[in-house]
């Protein structure tokens, strides 16, 4: 079964500073893809970053950046300059052809002034 | 643009009512999923439409279906409401289907339903 492991139900950093965010999972397919999603407080969740599994260069957008590595199954999340807006609950997602999104059980980030 | 619309936004029903969720997907988008968000299960998929045909289910009883409409509009419907029925049902619409691709996933606000 694919399964997602997010470790760290809660993390906090310190405005501006550098925060990452761990993810595994666990699948026997080749092809996928992996993504996580942020979900302010009461608000929508809207998609940060994602990562195909046949890209060997990981993926970045603007302060967001991922560091995947297939062979560990390991996707990770990195946050730089880390903001107040940033404060969310960050979910790891997987998902494969033909195949429902799988998503761990999130982490909170909590940004400190 | 407007984003992914669900209706209504927060609702209270009783044990054994029945209830109907919408969801207005993107302009242009044919694929809409499913999902129910509790804090003790976490997210879990319900179920997949594209051009109104179920591509995809997830493991939830027969009281929770689903349809799309020929306007990619689609409603989830929860029959004999229980208990743990009570959650955040998100709704997530993508241009091609999501089980077929990497599809990038837009999700709405999310129906709150709180069964008393």
């Known amino acids: 079964a694919q399964t997602v492991t997010q470790s760290q139900p809660e993390m906090s950093v310190q405005e501006a500073e550098t925060v990452t965010l761990s993810c595994t999972y666990d699948?026997?397919?080749?092809?996928?893809?992996l993504f996580w999603y942020k979900q302010p407080p009461s608000r929508q969740m809207i998609l940060v970053i994602r990562q195909e599994a046949y890209k060997q260069q990981n993926a970045t957008e603007n302060r967001f950046s991922v560091n995947f590595q297939k062979a560990a199954k390991s996707f990770s999340l990195k946050i730089s300059d880390s903001q107040l807006g940033d404060a969310a609950m960050y979910f790891c997602a997987y998902r494969s052809h033909g195949n429902d999104m799988r998503f761990g059980a999130g982490t909170r980030l909590t940004v400190k002034p | 643009k407007a984003g992914v619309t669900q209706t209504p936004r927060y609702l209270i029903k009783t044990r054994g009512q029945q209830v109907t969720l919408s969801c207005s997907p993107i302009s242009g988008h044919r694929s809409v999923s499913w999902y129910q968000q509790t804090p003790g299960q976490g997210l879990q998929f319900l179920f997949e439409?594209?051009?109104?045909?179920?591509?995809n289910k997830g493991n939830f009883p027969g009281r929770f279906s689903g349809r799309q409409f020929s306007n990619s509009r689609s409603e989830m419907n929860v029959s004999t409401l229980e208990l743990g029925d009570s959650a955040l049902y998100l709704c997530a619409s993508s241009l091609v289907a999501a089980s077929g691709s990497g599809g990038t996933q837009y999700f709405g606000p999310g129906t709150r339903l709180t069964v008393l």
């Open positions: 439409y594209f051009s109104e045909t179920q591509r």
């Open positions: 699948t026997s397919e080749s092809d996928y893809y």
